[in-house]
């Protein structure tokens, strides 16, 4: 079975751009969640979408954004990036749908740098 | 308070020893306990859950819970050059959210 796929890997934009990511998940997995990784604040939740719906938010302002489709592929989106926006971008997918045993696999990350 | 609480490490073990990983959480209401394997430049990788008290093993991994203390432990037993890594404990909180710690380094010596 193939694991989740994310595009692109690596992404260098300016500051004010804006920016989509894209991840398709385990063939069957439903649930897709956002993450985004630097070194001082580590692993950090953006969102989780479940059939096409948003479940659930993290702490990030508006200028983020996600959306899934009927096929389970996500997207995520960064509007008017900020240098703060350089970051690991992570998705993972999820067997169940969020119910306690909620294991999460993920993809191999887009490397977003803002200059 | 955070949520989710590790020692940042580094830790740093002898081949062949036990290395010890701990990690502590805030929210009683948790459910699911999960713990990641993240090399330098990769993406995390799930190696253990636990979903109810006592001990979960798999091969040299040993996954420890106790929700009365809310803490959550790793062991790996003969620990390898391989298992150098940073460690990342994972909470599927009351909220519905999966919440990580800020993981801690493990060296293991050659």
């Known amino acids: 079975k193939a694991g989740v796929t994310q595009t692109p890997r690596y992404l260098i934009k300016t500051r004010g751009q804006q920016v989509t990511l894209s991840c398709s998940p385990i063939?069957?997995?439903?649930?897709v969640s956002w993450y985004q990784q630097t070194p001082g604040q580590g692993l950090q939740f953006l969102f989780e979408?479940?059939?096409?719906?948003?479940?659930n938010k993290g702490n990030f302002p508006g200028r983020f954004s996600g959306r899934q489709f009927s096929n389970s592929r996500s997207e995520m989106n960064v509007s008017t990036l900020e240098l703060g926006d350089s970051a690991l971008y992570l998705c993972?997918?999820?067997?169940?749908?969020?119910?306690?045993?909620?294991?999460?696999?993920f993809g191999p990350g887009t490397r977003l740098t803002v200059l | 308070q955070k949520e989710v609480e590790q020692n940042s490490g580094p830790l740093s073990v002898p081949e062949g020893a036990i290395a010890s990983l701990n990690c502590t959480y805030s929210?009683?209401?948790?459910?699911?306990f999960f713990w990641y394997r993240q090399y330098s430049g990769k993406s995390p990788e799930l190696i253990m859950s636990?979903?109810?008290?006592g001990d979960q093993e798999d091969g040299r991994f040993t996954a420890q819970l106790n929700k009365a203390s809310q803490y959550v432990s790793l062991l790996i037993r003969d620990s390898q050059p391989s298992d150098s890594a940073t460690y990342l404990c994972?909470?599927?909180?009351?909220?519905?959210?999966?919440?990580f710690g800020a993981g801690t380094r493990l060296f293991v010596k050659a």
């Open positions: 993972a997918s999820s067997t169940l749908a969020g119910g306690p045993r909620n294991e999460q696999f």
């Open positions: 063939s069957g997995h439903r649930s």
């Open positions: 979408y479940f059939s096409e719906t948003q479940r």
């Open positions: 929210d009683r209401g948790s459910q699911s």
């Open positions: 636990i979903y109810s008290n």
């Open positions: 994972a909470v599927f909180t009351g909220g519905f959210k999966t919440i």
